[in-house]
């Protein structure tokens, strides 16, 4: 008989390697596609610059039967009430922020955020008083001074905006706007321009915060040597969806790109 070995057996086995993505399915047509088009006119670059490469491109894929412009603007306003009590005491700093009932969210989410701030980090800052820039400790220190009244009526904004915003998209449908107004500001860029920026970024950056959706940016070529980008937004548990969207639309916009950057504008 053949004597067994004292060494230990060792068997081959097989690695199998998982990727972290989400695994893109059949390409779903999106039922409706949005263009805010007053979102892009917060844009310092020409609006047929990247509005016109979005629309072709989802013509092309899908047919532009399912395509809807609308003015966002025009919506908050009329379905929620309670920005025009902001609108009514616009400041003139905010004059050139063109769309009064933007200016109001803006000022309503960027309130919020600072009143959060205060909740979380106040104990802190009050006996600490760190050194920071003056436009950042006097909004630091000035929300110090604020109590749950005086946000009250900022946080109904925020929730009505909700309801209003998520009532625009059904399933399957998404909707296009700009990721930021355009390049960062330059040093020594003057405080109203800068305060005008920022308010422009803010309410671009916090639309999907606001309703709890789920959005991806996608680069769209560059405008005179920078970066342009769009954000695809929708609404929340469509994750795989817009990936799937997101990735066959990508490639359509290169090729959109490449012919529109051949053109001066």
Known sequence: MPRRSNKPQIKKCEVTTYSLYLPIEKLVQPNKVLIDEDCFKLRSI???RVTKL????IENLFGGNILQYINLGDIIQSKVPSVKHIMQNDDTENKKFSIKSFVALSTSMALLQRFSFKKNHGEWVTPVKPKLGARISERVFDVLK??????DPFDSIKTQV?????????ENEVTVFPTVPGPPPKLQ???TSLETFRARAFYLLS????RGF??????????????VSVYVLAKHGLDRLLLNLVETLYE???EQVSTVEKVNY
């Open 54 to 57: 979005v629309a072709t491109s």
């Open 162 to 170: 909700k309801e209003a915003l998520s009532s625009l998209l059904g």
């Open 46 to 48: 020409p609006t047929t």
């Open 189 to 191: 860029t003057k405080t």
């Open 146 to 151: 604020t109590s749950e009244q005086d946000i």
């Open 214 to 227: 789920c959005n991806v940016t996608i680069l769209v070529g560059k405008y005179e040597d920078l970066p």
């Open 207 to 210: 639309k999907a915060g606001v």
């Open 252 to 254: 359509i916009l290169q």
